[in-house]
């Protein structure tokens, strides 16, 4: 698999979540840096040609797709795309962190609201129906 790509549709998937509602808050957006920096990077090891942690292209995507206003279900959907087309490169664990992060960033401000709440759902289902490793 492809790291710099895998953070990258991670990016999305944490700009779908702080964009479900509309809205981008600046506790959204601290709370993606707080988790790319304490929570990715002590877990990747992958670079890329100039040394930067693949981990931080996780925040390079969501600031990129916050310039361009994207769509948060598009973002959403290319992420699911992703894991569905790599799966074989997807483990259980990936599935935890990714479930575990998006969880996090939704509660970042004021905690999970309705439409984070049923985005996580539809996560959780879709992560649970990937076959890992096969």
């Given at each position: 698999?492809?790291?710099?790509?895998f953070?990258?549709?991670i990016g999305k998937l944490?700009?779908?979540?702080?964009?479900?509602?509309?809205?981008?808050?600046?506790?959204?957006?601290?709370?993606?840096?707080?988790?790319?920096?304490?929570?990715?990077?002590?877990?990747e090891h992958h670079t890329d040609a100039v040394g930067t942690d693949a981990a931080?292209?996780?925040?390079?995507?969501?600031?990129?797709?916050?310039e361009q206003i994207a769509d948060a279900e598009t973002a959403f959907?290319?992420?699911?795309?992703?894991?569905?087309?790599h799966h074989?490169?997807?483990?259980?664990?990936?599935?935890k962190v990714c479930l575990h992060i998006?969880?996090?960033?939704a509660a970042a401000y004021r905690g999970t609201n309705k439409k984070e709440t049923l985005l996580l759902k539809k996560l959780k289902q879709k992560l649970e129906t990937i076959e890992i490793g096969k």
């Open positions: 698999m492809l790291y710099r790509e953070y990258s549709e944490l700009y779908a979540v702080a964009d479900i509602d509309g809205v981008i808050t600046q506790q959204e957006k601290k709370k993606l840096q707080d988790i790319v920096k304490n929570e990715l990077v002590p877990i931080y292209y996780t925040e390079i995507e969501f600031d990129f797709l916050d959907e290319s992420f699911i795309d992703f894991i569905e087309e074989t490169a997807f483990d259980e664990k990936m599935k998006a969880k996090e960033l």
